[in-house]
């Protein structure tokens, strides 16, 4: 029997262990209320330059202000796909 963590307990643990610590993904400002996981899918994961068979969680924070907004998941996306793609 694996006795390993599973990667949904590692990723919880992740997210309790960042919540407040980490910029808002949209204003930056700090400290944030929420926490959260970015999980991309195939070619998103190849977008932002994970080697292949391998998936990169990007964490992230957000103040109340932005959460609120209702397309903070594409906003979120796009900032995350700047981050990590070469200009």
Avoid at 14 to 41: D, M, R, S, W
Avoid at 42 to 47: M, Q, W
Avoid at 58 to 64: A, D, K, S, T
Wanted: with cysteine; hydrophobic share 30%; net charge positive.
């Amino acid at each position: 029997m694996n006795r390993e963590p599973s990667i949904v307990s590692q990723i919880a643990a992740k997210l309790n262990e960042l919540q407040g610590v980490l910029p808002c993904a949209i204003c930056h400002q700090t400290p944030t209320l929420y926490t959260g996981v970015f999980i991309p899918n195939e070619s998103s994961n190849k977008r932002i330059g994970s080697p292949k068979r391998k998936t990169r969680c990007v964490f992230y924070g957000l103040c109340e202000k932005c959460f609120q907004l209702p397309d903070k998941l594409k906003r979120i996306e796009q900032g995350l796909f700047y981050k990590f793609t070469v200009h």
